[in-house]
C-alpha cells in the first residue's frame, strides 16, 4: 500500500520562476494539506483540499495556489518565486475532513526546492 | 504563521537514558499529536491524544495530553542510538463555519543519543 508521494523529490529554480509540486495521497485518503517547513523550523500550514475544493488556508499569499483533482491528488503552484521561498515543501493525506476524523496526518517525504 | 513553544530545542544524551520534551500553546486543542522526523523525510505520526488528561504510551515513548488542553508531554525511556530524529508536537484545530480541520505544529525537539 503506497504511501503518500510527491514529486519531484528536488527542485532547483530561479527567483521570478513558477513552480508545480504534485502529491498523491495515501490509499483511501480523500484530504490533502499542503505544508511548508524552512530549515530548522516546524512546518507551517498553506492549505487543505478536500471534494476538490480549497477548505481552509494559512497565512500565505496568492501566489500560493493549488488543486485538487477528481482522483484526490493534489498540485501546489508558486508564482514569482522568491528567495524565501526555499524550503521543504510537506504533502499530507487524511482519510476525511469533518467531525471526528482526527487521526492525524499522513506525510509525503516531501519536495525540497530551492530557489536561486 | 503560528507555531507552537516546544522546550527543549535540542538536547544531546547517553544511550539508555530518559528523554523528556513539552509543548505549550497560548490557546486549547481538543486533539494533540506527536510527530518525529528524519533526514530526508516527513514527519511519521508516533502518538494521538485525544482527551485532556490521558496518558498514552508506545512502547518507549509516553505522552500525555496537560489538563488545561493548552500543554503536552513527551517522554522516551532508555533511549537508543535511533532515537535520533527531529520531534514535533502539533495541535488540532477546527474550524466551525467549515467543520474542518488542521494541524499546527510546534518548533521542534532536537535528539541526538551519543551511543
Known amino acids: 500500500d503506497a504511501g503518500v508521494t510527491q514529486s519531484p523529490t528536488h527542485l532547483i529554480k530561479t527567483r521570478g520562476q513558477q513552480v508545480t509540486l504534485r502529491c498523491s495521497p495515501k490509499?483511501?485518503?480523500?484530504?490533502v494539506s499542503w505544508y511548508q517547513q524552512a530549515l530548522g523550523q516546524g512546518p507551517q500550514f498553506i492549505f487543505q483540499?478536500?471534494?476538490?475544493?480549497?477548505?481552509q488556508r494559512g497565512n500565505f499569499p496568492d501566489r500560493f495556489s493549488g488543486h485538487q483533482f477528481p482522483n484526490y491528488s493534489s498540485e501546489l503552484n508558486v508564482n514569482a518565486l522568491l528567495l524565501g521561498d526555499s524550503a521543504l515543501y510537506l504533502c499530507?493525506?487524511?482519510?476525511?475532513?469533518?467531525?471526528?476524523?482526527?487521526?492525524?496526518?499522513?506525510f509525503g517525504s516531501g519536495t525540497r526546492l530551492t530557489v536561486v | 504563521g503560528q507555531q507552537l513553544n516546544q522546550s527543549p530545542q535540542s538536547m544531546f544524551i547517553q544511550e539508555g537514558e530518559d528523554v523528556s520534551m513539552n509543548c505549550t500553546s497560548s490557546?486549547?486543542?481538543?486533539?494533540w499529536l506527536w510527530y518525529k522526523q528524519e533526514p530526508g523525510e516527513g514527519p511519521v505520526l508516533l502518538i494521538a491524544?485525544?482527551?485532556?488528561?490521558e496518558l498514552t504510551s508506545n512502547g518507549r515513548l509516553t505522552a500525555q495530553f496537560g489538563i488545561t488542553r493548552k500543554d503536552s508531554f513527551l517522554n522516551i525511556s532508555a533511549s537508543i542510538p535511533s532515537d535520533v530524529g527531529i520531534y514535533f508536537c502539533?495541535?488540532?484545530?477546527?474550524?466551525?463555519?467549515?467543520?474542518?480541520?488542521?494541524?499546527?505544529f510546534g518548533t521542534g525537539t532536537r535528539l541526538k543519543v551519543l551511543a
Open positions: 483540499y478536500y471534494e476538490e475544493e480549497e477548505r
Open positions: 490557546s486549547i486543542f481538543n486533539t
Open positions: 502539533a495541535g488540532q484545530r477546527f474550524r466551525a463555519t467549515s467543520g474542518t480541520y488542521k494541524y499546527i
Open positions: 491524544l485525544y482527551k485532556a488528561g
Open positions: 490509499s483511501g485518503h480523500d484530504t
Open positions: 499530507a493525506s487524511s482519510p476525511g475532513i469533518r467531525g471526528k476524523n482526527n487521526y492525524g496526518y499522513t
